[in-house]
């Protein structure tokens, strides 16, 4: 497999080329990194949602929009399909990477964590990249500056002039676009959490409703995640059975029903303190090559309504 920055590098360079066409700004820093705004001193947009879907997977997904009901109503959603979910998904899009410096707060995602290597999928997958160039989308509220470029470079041992850096708030179209299309990496993450080994997860597709953007980064956070938790559905084929895929959907979990803005609340906001099995879909198809086919969850579209404001 070719190096997943080099792929996603090539699907920088079209955001930098149509960037007007996007609502995306490109601003060079300093020290010659790039940072483009796809959604936080802009408007971003849904284009600009599903083009950072593939950067963040690395090419290595086709990502697109239907139009599907919730509790009624119309609404966009999105569709993410990959056939590599081990590498696109949990050594791509996961996010899990936290940038903390001078003040600066973002959540990380994309390629540019796999020239680390240092979370435990990594080891799980046996892939760590290397290449000349990093690409890690940033969850923010504040566009990256030079030292998040500098840390972003002496972490991944490329040259800072090397280093592109997406930003998007969650209280953005991207930021709803792009959380509507994890779905998919929740379950396959959800597996490889619950012992299954994710490179017997041969393909897999996932849909999720994109949330109205809120007018503040808490409740947009709690909105897109309502929006998978409770709207996700995921199709998923495997090459082997499993004694646990039951626990795979959101269905599954003490908190079930929950609001997401409760759930974040009762943790004080501090993401590591949430139980991080209700990082789930809401339904899931898992099919397994030769064998048998489970149905697994339920979406919940009462919760749904009443997250997005219905």
């Given at each position: 497999m070719e190096s997943?920055?080099?792929?996603?590098?090539d699907l920088v360079d079209e955001a930098i080329d149509f960037a007007d066409e996007l609502n995306v700004a490109v601003r060079p820093l300093d020290g010659q990194a790039t940072v483009l705004d796809f959604g936080v001193d802009v408007p971003g947009g849904m284009e600009a949602g599903l083009l950072l879907?593939?950067?963040q997977t690395a090419g290595l997904s086709s990502v697109q929009t239907t139009i599907d009901t919730v509790a009624g109503a119309p609404l966009t959603h999105v569709?993410?399909?990959t056939d590599h979910p081990a590498?696109?998904?949990?050594?791509?899009?996961?996010?899990?990477?936290?940038?903390?410096?001078?003040?600066?707060?973002?959540?990380?995602?994309g390629p540019a964590r796999a020239l680390v290597a240092e979370e435990d999928v990594y080891q799980r997958v046996g892939y760590r990249d290397e290449f000349d160039f990093a690409v890690l989308a940033l969850e923010t509220e504040t566009v990256p500056d030079e030292a998040v470029a500098e840390q972003v470079a002496e972490m991944t041992g490329v040259p800072e002039s090397s280093v592109f850096l997406p930003a998007f708030s969650a209280a953005s179209i991207t930021g709803s676009v792009q959380m509507a299309a994890r779905a998919a990496e929740l379950a396959v993450f959800r597996l490889s959490e619950l012992g299954y080994d994710?490179?017997?997860?041969?393909?897999?597709?996932?849909?999720a409703p994109v949330a109205p953007v809120a007018d503040d980064e808490e409740t947009a956070i709690a909105r897109t995640n309502d929006a998978?938790?409770?709207?996700?559905?995921?199709h998923v084929t495997v090459d082997s059975e499993f004694d646990r895929f039951d626990e795979v959907p959101s269905t599954a979990t003490e908190e079930y029903d929950e609001p997401f803005a409760d759930i974040f609340e009762a943790a004080d906001w501090d993401f590591?303190?949430?139980?991080?099995?209700?990082?789930?879909?809401?339904?899931?198809?898992?099919?397994?090559?030769?064998?048998?086919t489970y149905v697994?969850?339920?979406?919940?579209?009462?919760?749904?309504?009443?997250?997005?404001e219905l």
């Open positions: 997943l920055n080099r792929m996603a590098t879907a593939e950067i569709e993410l399909s590498l696109a998904l949990l050594c791509g899009q996961k996010a899990g990477w936290e940038v903390s410096v001078d003040g600066f707060e973002g959540l990380g995602s994710p490179l017997d997860v041969l393909s897999v597709t996932g849909s998978l938790a409770y709207g996700g559905q995921v590591y303190e949430v139980p991080e099995d209700v990082f789930a879909p809401a339904q899931v198809t898992i099919d397994v090559v030769g064998g048998s697994l969850g339920e979406q919940n579209h009462e919760r749904l309504a009443e997250s997005f």
